[in-house]
């Protein structure tokens, strides 16, 4: 359900994404080999897991407004992919040993769960 409640957003068992208005009326299909679509706050954004190469699944960002798709950078493996802010996206890789925050705004995604060897938790890299 979209954070305004006017659209629900799910994926069939193929991996097309949908959209289609809380009230009825046609589906719109948004991608495919795509699954577990999650909403930005602000409803703009669907974010999804992408199967195309089914060997190296990664994180698809879908912008509602322009149709436009993207890649996020470094999303590799993903499993689950939930908005957390209108420009991050929390996800597990598909092991789930560590868990990446990706900040669109400024482009970074830190790590977190695996240990350095000066034994810190996370790791920041930048992408543009």
């Given amino acids: 359900m979209s954070p305004d409640g006017k659209r629900v957003a ?3 068992q193929k991996g097309s994404i949908y959209v289609i208005s809380s009230e009825g009326g046609p589906a719109q299909r948004l991608a495919a080999n795509c699954f577990a679509p ?3 706050p602000d409803g703009n954004f669907l974010v999804c897991g992408d199967y195309t190469e089914s060997d190296h699944p990664k994180a ?4 509602l407004r322009t149709g436009k798709s993207s890649v996020v950078p470094g999303s590799g493996r993903p499993h689950g992919c939930p908005m957390v802010a209108e420009n991050m996206l929390v996800a ?9 925050l990706y900040d669109f705004q400024n482009p970074t995604v830190v790590h977190f769960g695996r240990r350095n060897k000066a034994g810190q938790c996370h790791q920041l890299v930048t992408f543009a």
Avoid at 60 to 63: A, N, V
């Fill in 38 to 40: 999650s909403w930005s």
């Fill in 60 to 63: 698809q960002l879908l912008d």
């Fill in 92 to 100: 597990s890789d598909i092991t789930l040993a560590s868990l990446k």
């Fill in 10 to 12: 799910y994926s069939d």
